[in-house]
């Protein structure tokens, strides 16, 4: 009897034992895996607040195991086929966490600089969720992750960076902001001590034109000003003199070398549709929005274009992989021409208000 009595109660011990290791894939839907908004309009009004909260169950596999979790966002396009979701953005959750909330600074950038989706516009985003049990051993575990699947509408923006700047301080009767602003820096797009923007000297009040200092954003006590000579500066000195004034200059200060370069520029469109000529269509510069505008433009869907300077290629801008624009002038030669994606009448817009780094167009 006690021989049977230790048997049974080993058999049962046993089947208790093995019933806890059991593994039962839990269901996609069990996960109730969801987001807080369908959609989402991102723009520097929303950095500081939660724009999006993704928040689902905990994953039950039956046994006595702890999964893991994370989101991978991509385009749909990438969802299907044998590549599927192979472009990701993988973002792995703390464990325990069965939700992850979003700054919109923090959402904008993985839009916006990792999926590379376009700013300005609505785009459709998939958000997959992962639960997969990992192995303590750091090997592929042979239970299959599970997924769960959702999209939503996503509109980015076009985040400007503000890069260490030289900011303009007016001389003699020429006033500027007090603080930095879109039209009066020079920036350092790689910090360091090379800086570069576009000034409009709207005065002639200056000894050779306007008058001006260099104030830095990293230290107010650096004012750069004249140097002795029209392309070179001091911290000691009075005011710089940039001519000829009234115009509108590319600017370039080595904050290292004491040297400031100016050049007069006037920007046109050259392209498919106009033969490529560098003087036909011009853009005007608006001194009350700081940009440079062409209206009535024709272009067609399929041809390119470049904006170019004072009648040539020296000074020109064309964009890069990502679609952003990039100097593609002497002596650097760079750039992709800028698409056409439809055929019509446009207004082009170029904007070199915010300094290297932050030069911007549209085309509407």
Same mark, same amino acid.
């Given at each position: 009897?006690? $021989? ?26 069990s ?16 950095? #500081? ?19 893991t ?6 385009? @749909? ?11 990701? &953005? ?6 325990? +966490? ?22 300005? +516009? ?7 969720l992962? #639960? ?9 575990? /042979?239970?299959?992750?599970? *997924?769960? %699947?959702?999209?939503?509408a ?47 000297? @709207? ?20 004012? *750069? ?39 007069? /520029? ?15 269509? @011009?853009?005007? $510069?608006? #001194? ?12 067609? #869907? ?17 964009v ?5 624009? &990039? ?7 760079g ?5 056409i ?19 911007? *167009? %549209?085309?509407?």
């Amino acid at each position: 009897m006690i $021989y049977t009595f230790l048997f049974i109660s080993l058999f049962f011990g046993c089947k208790k034992d093995a019933s806890t290791n059991i593994i039962t894939p839990p269901t996609a839907g069990s996960l109730a895996f969801k987001t807080s908004v369908s959609s989402v309009v991102l723009s520097a009004a929303t950095d #500081a607040s939660t724009v999006v909260t993704f928040n689902f169950k905990a994953a039950s596999f039956g046994a006595n195991v702890v999964p893991t979790y994370s989101l991978e966002f991509d385009l @749909p396009a990438d969802t299907s086929g044998a590549n599927a979701w192979a472009n990701a &953005v993988i973002v792995k959750l703390p464990a325990g +966490t069965l939700s992850k909330a979003y700054l919109g600074s923090d959402f904008n950038s993985l839009l916006a600089n990792q999926l590379l989706l376009p700013t300005g +516009t609505v785009s459709t985003l998939a958000i997959r969720l992962k #639960a997969e049990v990992n192995q303590n051993t750091g090997a592929v575990s /042979v239970i299959k992750p599970i *997924y769960s %699947s959702l999209t939503m509408a996503v509109n980015p923006y076009k985040a400007t960076i503000e890069y260490p700047a030289l900011i303009v301080k007016g001389g003699n009767s020429w006033k500027t902001p007090t603080v930095r602003s879109n039209g009066f820096v020079l920036t350092s797009s790689k910090f360091n001590s090379k800086y570069e923007g576009y000034l409009n000297l @709207p005065n002639a009040d200056g000894y050779g034109g306007d008058a001006f200092q260099l104030v830095s954003s990293k230290d107010a006590t650096k004012v *750069y000003g004249w140097g002795g000579t029209a392309t070179t500066m001091n911290l000691t000195g009075g005011n710089l003199y940039l001519s000829p004034s009234p115009a509108y200059m590319k600017v370039n200060a080595d904050v290292d070398a004491l040297t400031i370069t100016y050049t007069p /520029v006037k920007f046109f469109i050259s392209g498919d549709d106009n033969g490529w000529s560098t003087s036909s269509t @011009p853009l005007v $510069y608006n #001194a009350t929005t700081m940009k440079w505008v062409a209206a009535n433009v024709s272009l067609t #869907a399929g041809k390119t274009f470049v904006f170019t300077a004072n009648g040539g290629y020296d000074i020109s801008y064309k964009v890069d992989a990502t679609g952003a624009l &990039v100097y593609s002038g002497a002596p650097t030669w760079g750039g992709i021409n800028i698409p056409i994606t439809k055929t019509g009448i446009f207004t082009i817009t170029l904007d070199l208000s915010a300094g290297d780094g932050n030069y911007t *167009y %549209s085309v509407k």
